[in-house]
């Protein structure tokens, strides 16, 4: 990475940080004529409200059923993907499993187009020198993913980077547009046992946004 990509970059993250009742016992001995006085005699209205009180716990019962109704046809909408060690994410039913013919080993689901894409992996640090792998971090691994993202063929104003948050964490993300329209927003993050995870979303300026969003609000360690 130049030392220019990465003050671009650190530049970049600066200036981005972005997406009863109760029953009481008789005292004494009443008469029969003295609790026949004190019975209470339902009227109409009181039956009526009785009746109105019935229809509304019927129409909750309705409603709270309706909702689990509800979750569980959210729950068929969607397909929890990945795998330990890369990390998890809900994509919708319709989608299936994708290969990049590039030779990527990333775990990628897609819209069924090989445009709108979600890739799961961790950040290969085999061509780190093995004294820097120590310290070697998500932002450096985000230095890298700038470079190559240049190097794919994106302009240089249209890659930008920012400090974000995903699954609970401190993440890098990086971001750009390719000549041909399409868009990548990729995000590093470290998990407990150091390792980098490496999450990305494809997509055409339609669906890139959902594909975001699918990252941003699903994706789980």
């Known amino acids: 990475m130049s030392r220019a990509s990465r003050l671009a970059l650190s530049l970049a993250l600066c200036l981005c940080l972005p997406l009863a009742a109760g029953c009481s016992s008789d005292e004494g001995g009443a008469t029969d004529d003295t ?3 004190e019975e209470v005699v339902l009227t109409d209205e009181d039956v009526k409200e009785t009746d109105l009180t019935d229809e509304a716990e019927d129409e909750d019962d309705k409603t709270d059923a309706a909702e689990a109704d509800d979750t569980d046809d959210a729950d068929e909408q969607t397909q929890h993907v990945g795998a330990d060690g890369t990390g998890f994410v809900d994509v919708p039913a319709t989608w299936v499993e994708f290969h990049d013919t590039d030779g ?14 979600i890739s799961l992996n961790t950040f ?3 061509s780190v020198p093995e004294e820097e792998r120590a310290d070697f971090d998500a932002e450096d691994a985000a230095n890298s993913v700038w470079a190559n993202m240049l190097n794919d063929g994106c302009e240089e104003d249209s890659v930008q980077g920012a400090r974000v948050t995903l699954a609970g964490r401190d993440a890098v993300q990086v971001y750009g547009v390719y000549p041909d329209g ?4 990729c995000w590093l993050l470290q998990d407990d046992a150091g390792v980098i995870r490496y999450v990305a979303a494809e997509g055409t300026q339609d669906t890139i946004t959902d594909s975001v969003e699918i990252v941003e609000n699903t994706y789980a360690l």
């Open 182 to 185: 399409s868009f990548l927003v």
């Open 124 to 126: 290969n640090v085999d």
């Open 104 to 117: 990527n080993d990333s775990i990628q689901w897609c819209d069924g187009t090989p445009y709108t894409i």
């Open 35 to 37: 609790k026949k006085e």
